[in-house]
C-alpha cells in the first residue's frame, strides 16, 4: 500500500468517525421536565430586615404554554411607610400581576436557562393613611388644611401595564435564580378627594407623568409534571 493510499485510509476512517460520533451525539435524547415553577421574590424579605417601615411579600409563579412562551403572573402585599418634606404617609395593600413572558434565549441540550422579555397586566387594591403634614400652599399633593392628620382612605385601587426583561438560571436541578426590571404605565387609578397616590403596593412611587420602575430578584423551584424526551 502506497502512503498515499495509507493517507486516502487514514483520511476516510477519521471523517467516517466524525460522521458516526455526530450521528450519536444527535441521536442522544435529554429528558426535559415540564410543570409549574413557583418562587418568591427574595428582596422583599431582605428589605424587610433592614428597614422597618417597609414590609411585603411577592409570588410569583409561571407555566409553559407554547415553545418559548410562558404565562406568569405575580401576586404580593405590601406596606410601606414614606416620608416628604411636608408630610408623611402608609400605603398599604395586595397585589396581582398576570402575563405573558418570551424566552428568547437558545439553550444548548440539557439546559433550560432563560433570557425573556414580557408585559403585565396588574392591578391593586389599597388604602393610604395620611400620619401628618405641615400645611403648604403650594403643594401638587393635597389641598392645604383641608386634609386632617391620621386620616385614613380606603378601598383605593390601581390598574397599569408593565414592560419587562429578566432571566432566569438553573443553578441546580429544578432550582432557578431571577432577576426582572420593569418599567410601569399607570392605566386608572381611584384617589381621594383631596390627596394624590403617590406610593401603590405593586407599581411603588407614583411619578408626575404616571411612569414606575420595579425590579425583583427571585428563587423559584420547578415542580415537574410530564417529562419528555427531545
Partial sequence: MTQ???LIFIISLF???TVNSQEKQDSIKTKVSYGI???VDISKPI???LDSDRKGLELTGDIKVAENYYAAVELGYED???AEDYFNFTAKGSFVKIGINYNAYENWKGMNNEIYIG????FSLFSQTLNSFTPNSKSTYFIADEITPNTEFNDLNAHWIEFLFGMKVETFKNLFLGAQFSIKKMLSTKEPENFKNLYIPGFNQVSLNNIGVGFNYTLSYNIPIIS???
Fill in 4 to 6: 498515499r493510499h495509507i
Fill in 15 to 17: 471523517i467516517n468517525f
Fill in 37 to 39: 415553577r413557583v418562587g
Fill in 47 to 49: 428589605i424587610s430586615f
Fill in 80 to 82: 410601606a411607610l414614606k
Fill in 119 to 122: 408585559t403585565r397586566y396588574a
Fill in 228 to 230: 419528555k424526551y427531545k
